[in-house]
């Protein structure tokens, strides 16, 4: 934006020792931006879970599931052109400072770094990393069986067989109950081998998290990932009003918000009144005037349809008015 003002200016500069040139100039209008952070929780069940409550009694969840949770919103008001409302203006000698003057803060044209947003979008989806390193039990057995030769003479024979999932998942749960044990039995000092300070420590840090890993495979684990998303709303030339800002959608997370898929976030906007500009004086003479808009202060309110997520209040230029200032002819 500086680099247009300044390219703006050296024309204008070089039109002074003419007598006049038309300039289209825009009012400004003012763009929400909504910069929001996501979290995604991938949530895999255990191998063992429908077993939980029967060998740990406690309760675990069955089924795989993909979470998202809004965790920051941030908003940023962006000033850009708006190209529905475009006036000319005749630069001339005399004429020229005071353009410069108000395009510099902002009254013509959009201000001089005026914030443009940063894009960010989706991150790649994620596999879980599986159970493997949690200490599952060898799916096979052997069972011994006894069979009968055509003497009618017994004959014991070793026979692999496939565990079922119950079984592996009783092991599994002996194993827990073992492990505590056994850190009971070191706390307490009920072994052959004396542990203190450092060694204990390690050892107990050991138990725990092998512990952890078969807990795992009743109670299942979740992975986390990050989302960041930038949405923009441009509000309407009336007065209250409420959009969607944003949608949540439980497959792809952060969406925009004509994706009707996702859970909708509200943004609500609550409009100050704006005075009425005075009126040009009737007996002054102005050889022309510059529009400029005078922006309404909005009360801005992003919701999830029952909690607040964000509050704050803003100055919005097209839902403000359109104001003159005159040019009066110098004697």
């Not at 500069?13 to 929400?32: F, I």
């Not at 991938?42 to 998202?68: C, H, M, W």
């Not at 013509?108 to 159970?131: E, H, L, M």
């Not at 709303?233 to 997370?253: C, H, L, W």
Request: proline share 5%.
């Amino acid at each position: 934006m500086k680099k247009y003002l300044v390219i703006a200016a050296a024309l204008l500069l070089s039109l002074a020792g003419r007598a006049q040139s038309s300039v289209s100039y825009s009012m400004p209008q003012t763009v929400l931006v909504f910069n929001v952070d996501a979290q995604k929780e991938s949530f895999f069940a255990g191998p063992y879970a429908r077993y939980a409550q029967k060998y740990l009694g406690i309760n675990a969840e069955l089924y795989d599931r993909v979470t998202y949770t809004v965790t920051s919103v941030k908003m940023v008001p962006a000033v850009e052109a708006d190209q529905s409302q475009r006036f000319t203006y005749q630069v001339n000698a005399q004429s020229q400072a005071v353009y410069l003057q108000l395009t510099s803060q902002g009254l013509v044209s959009g201000p001089a770094g005026a914030y443009t947003p940063d894009k960010g979008w989706k991150y790649p989806v994620g596999k879980g990393t599986g159970f493997s390193d949690k200490g599952i039990p060898s799916n096979l057995t052997e069972r011994t069986s006894t069979l009968y030769n055509a003497d009618n003479h017994a004959v014991r024979q070793q026979v692999i067989v496939e565990k079922t999932t119950e079984v592996k998942a009783k092991e599994v749960a002996d194993k827990i109950f073992e492990i505590r044990e056994n850190k009971y039995k070191i706390l307490v000092g009920d072994t052959d081998a004396t542990y203190s300070g450092e060694a204990m420590k390690a050892t107990i840090d050991a138990l725990n998290k092998l512990e952890q890993d078969y807990l795992t495979l009743f109670t299942g684990y979740s992975e986390y990932g990050s989302q960041s998303a930038s949405f923009e709303v441009i509000p309407a030339s009336n007065k209250n009003q409420t959009y969607v800002a944003f949608r949540m959608s439980d497959e792809e997370g952060l969406v925009p918000a004509d994706n009707v898929s996702g859970k909708p976030y509200f943004v609500q906007l609550t409009v100050e009144d704006v005075a009425p500009a005075p009126a040009l004086d009737s007996k002054a003479k102005p050889v022309q005037v510059i529009n400029y808009r005078i922006p309404a202060i909005c009360n801005v309110r992003l919701t999830d349809g029952i909690s607040t997520l964000l509050q704050t209040r803003v100055p919005v230029y097209q839902l403000g008015i359109i104001a003159a200032y005159p040019i009066l002819k110098t004697k």
